[in-house]
């Protein structure tokens, strides 16, 4: 046993003194040195990047912002929107791809000062070897992507779309990504490969539906009489509208109640707007002539023929403030 104890003691003195004599090789002094002055270094090429990153994006922002002061200038009214749109577009795209770069010498001025030769490795790799080997295919794709975007204005900042059952706002487009912001303040991003059909609500006009629900007794003349009158007072009133309305008539809902409707052509992004204005001024129109309408949707079914009008199925009664 004392042996055993011997031998344990005797390993762990020579170890402990071949320990003690490879620390000695080492210049403490000089290596101290060495760490304290690359993190100095990092350090400061950190806070001169950081300083660099700001000052650019401060000036990018006062050069668009002067553009966008020209193009207001001289493009008509009908275009300020548009030029607007395009102009956001592009400095969000440029505002992007700075940081990317900053970015990217950043990198390369850190690496540089910890002593890695990044030049050599991507000159004897190649840009395009050392994006592969860094499992970099998705980030060159969504670059692509975006370029291909932007230089055929599928879309712009401010625009409606829809991008893969996305319905939203654009609020950015950028090297990699675009955003998307829904109605109900949702941001979506949406890596730019990943695009494959966009929806733009905003280069056409809208054409939106106001269904009044009536019963199956109400005097159908009378309801679109008073529509059509409604129609007058507030014709020049909505500059959203581009078309006077076209009352269809009576129509069955996907509920199976029944509705007057009035289709109404509108710039795009104001048709909620438009429909809200309009059906509350039927509403009121048609209250004040006494019209009685629906409290709750009446299903009425559609007969397929007089044989069987009576054994016809009716719908489930839904939401009567669907629409």
Same mark, same amino acid.
């Given at each position: 046993?004392?042996?055993?104890?011997?031998?344990?003691?005797?390993?762990?003195?020579?170890?402990?003194?071949?320990?003690?004599?490879?620390?000695?090789?080492?210049?403490?002094?000089?290596?101290? !040195?060495?760490?304290?002055?690359? *993190?100095?270094?990092?350090?400061?090429? @950190?806070?001169?990047?950081?300083? *660099?990153?700001?000052?650019?994006?401060?000036?990018?922002?006062?050069?668009?912002?002067?553009?966008?002061? =020209?193009?207001?200038?001289?493009?008509?009214?009908?275009?300020?929107?548009?030029?607007?749109?395009?102009?956001? %577009? &592009?400095?969000?795209?440029? +505002?992007?791809?700075?940081?990317?770069?900053?970015?990217?010498?950043?990198?390369?001025?850190?690496?540089?000062?910890?002593?890695?030769?990044?030049?050599?490795?991507?000159?004897?790799?190649?840009?395009?070897?050392?994006?592969?080997?860094?499992?970099?295919? !998705? &980030?060159?794709?969504?670059?692509?992507?975006?370029?291909?975007?932007? #230089? +055929?204005?599928?879309?712009?900042?401010? +625009?409606?779309?829809?991008?893969?059952?996305?319905?939203?706002?654009?609020?950015?487009?950028?090297?990699?990504? %675009?955003?998307? =912001? %829904?109605?109900?303040?949702?941001?979506? &991003?949406?890596?730019?490969?990943? *695009?494959?059909?966009?929806?733009?609500?905003?280069?056409?006009? *809208?054409?939106?539906?106001?269904?009044?629900?009536?019963?199956?007794? %109400?005097?159908?003349?009378?309801? +679109?009489?008073?529509?059509?009158?409604?129609?007058?007072?507030?014709?020049?009133?909505?500059?959203?509208?581009?078309?006077?309305?076209?009352?269809?008539?009576?129509?069955?809902?996907?509920?199976?109640?029944?509705?007057?409707?009035?289709?109404?052509?509108?710039? @795009?992004?104001? /048709? @909620?707007?438009?429909?809200?204005?309009?059906?509350?001024?039927?509403? /009121?129109?048609?209250?004040?002539?006494?019209?009685?309408?629906?409290? #709750?949707?009446?299903?009425?079914?559609?007969?397929? @023929?007089?044989?069987?009008?009576?054994?016809?199925?009716?719908?489930?009664?839904?939401?009567?403030?669907?629409?």
């Amino acid at each position: 046993m004392n042996s055993i104890i011997e031998t344990i003691n005797t390993a762990a003195a020579v170890t402990q003194q071949q320990l003690t004599n490879f620390l000695a090789k080492f210049d403490w002094d000089q290596l101290i !040195g060495v760490l304290l002055s690359k *993190i100095i270094s990092i350090v400061l090429i @950190s806070i001169l990047f950081l300083i *660099i990153a700001q000052g650019g994006r401060h000036l990018i922002a006062r050069v668009f912002q002067k553009n966008q002061q =020209k193009l207001a200038a001289k493009n008509p009214q009908t275009t300020i929107v548009k030029s607007k749109r395009r102009n956001q %577009t &592009f400095y969000s795209l440029v +505002e992007n791809a700075y940081y990317y770069l900053v970015v990217f010498f950043w990198l390369y001025s850190i690496l540089s000062i910890i002593g890695i030769p990044v030049g050599t490795l991507i000159a004897g790799a190649g840009i395009f070897s050392l994006a592969v080997g860094l499992g970099a295919q !998705g &980030f060159v794709s969504d670059i692509v992507s975006g370029f291909f975007i932007i #230089s +055929e204005q599928q879309l712009a900042v401010g +625009e409606h779309v829809i991008i893969n059952n996305i319905d939203g706002t654009v609020s950015a487009v950028g090297l990699r990504t %675009t955003q998307i =912001k %829904t109605d109900n303040g949702t941001l979506n &991003f949406i890596p730019n490969r990943n *695009i494959t059909t966009i929806a733009n609500l905003s280069r056409s006009s *809208i054409q939106t539906s106001i269904n009044v629900r009536i019963t199956p007794e %109400t005097n159908l003349k009378a309801v +679109e009489k008073i529509i059509q009158q409604t129609n007058e007072k507030l014709k020049g009133q909505q500059a959203a509208v581009l078309e006077q309305p076209v009352i269809l008539g009576p129509v069955y809902l996907n509920d199976g109640s029944l509705a007057i409707q009035t289709n109404v052509t509108t710039k @795009s992004g104001t /048709e @909620s707007l438009v429909q809200a204005t309009y059906l509350a001024a039927y509403l /009121e129109a048609l209250t004040q002539a006494g019209i009685e309408l629906p409290l #709750s949707p009446q299903s009425v079914p559609v007969p397929a @023929s007089p044989s069987n009008v009576a054994n016809q199925p009716q719908a489930p009664t839904t939401n009567p403030l669907k629409h």
